[in-house]
């Protein structure tokens, strides 16, 4: 992409949002959108387990009031752009122990309960306003920046998903069991489907992408199109 097109999304207040279920692609593919725009990545579903991790197992349990106090003084700032950018939690880089998997299941459980979801969407619109990004989450475009011009949802079977999965999560360092895994994804597809606040499901003007058999390249130039009007790269 030209230079002149990249400072003409800088310049605005782009946000572009990409939600789906876990092992989906959309933490791949929304890395490699924000580098080609040139603008900044945020990995939202990071931002809960930040807050999973710093409050412990079965924190949502506790009350609202100590949920609070729990969470004061806790803030979110975004650096880079595309995959250099870089979420920080009170101006600190979030650690590789987020990405376990049981602290997944913490986070999924806390992001149910009003008072969470509340303090993480004003803190990710505030990040918004600062900034142009590609907010990467499940509830992106249906309620945190419903006002996005460009939204897409991904999709792929439960099999695929956990696949992904698990090879993102040797990538990093992290041993899980596959079968656990999918087991893991299954009850969290569950709890964010049916939840009752903010549940996984495509914002009503998203693009709803079937990742099944496209590389991550592949989803991202789709959507690179579409975001800067580009013609097809084989047309």
């Keep these: 992409m030209a230079e002149q097109s990249r400072e003409h999304f800088i310049d605005q207040p782009l946000i572009v949002t990409l939600d789906g279920p876990a092992g989906s692609g959309k933490t791949t593919v929304a890395k490699m959108v924000a580098a080609r725009l ?15 991790l710093h409050l412990g197992p079965q924190s949502w349990t506790r009350s609202e009031a100590d949920l609070r106090n729990g969470l004061a003084g806790l803030g979110f700032a975004v650096k880079g752009r595309g995959e250099e950018s870089a979420l920080l939690l009170n101006g600190e880089p979030l650690g590789a122990e987020i990405r376990q998997e049981e602290v997944g299941m913490w986070a999924s459980n806390l992001a149910r309960l009003d008072v969470v ?11 918004g306003a600062e900034t142009p990004l590609v907010a990467e989450g499940r509830d992106m475009g249906s309620v945190v920046f419903p006002q996005a011009k460009f939204k897409f949802f991904l999709e792929a079977a439960p099999e695929e ?24 994804l299954r009850r ?11 549940p996984l499901k495509p914002a009503a003007d998203a693009v709803i992408i079937d990742t099944a058999g496209l590389t991550p390249e ?7 199109q579409i975001v800067a009007r580009l013609p097809a790269a084989d047309a």
């Design 38 to 52: 040139g603008i900044a990545y945020l990995d939202t579903g990071a931002m809960f387990r930040a807050f999973a």
């Design 117 to 127: 979801r509340e303090i993480l969407k004003q803190a990710q619109q505030r990040l």
């Design 161 to 184: 998903r956990a696949r992904r999965r698990w090879l993102q999560l040797k990538e990093m360092g992290v041993e899980e069991d596959l079968d656990a895994l999918a087991e893991n």
């Design 188 to 198: 969290r597809d569950d709890q964010d489907r049916n939840r009752t606040i903010a």
């Design 218 to 224: 592949a989803v991202a130039e789709r959507i690179v």
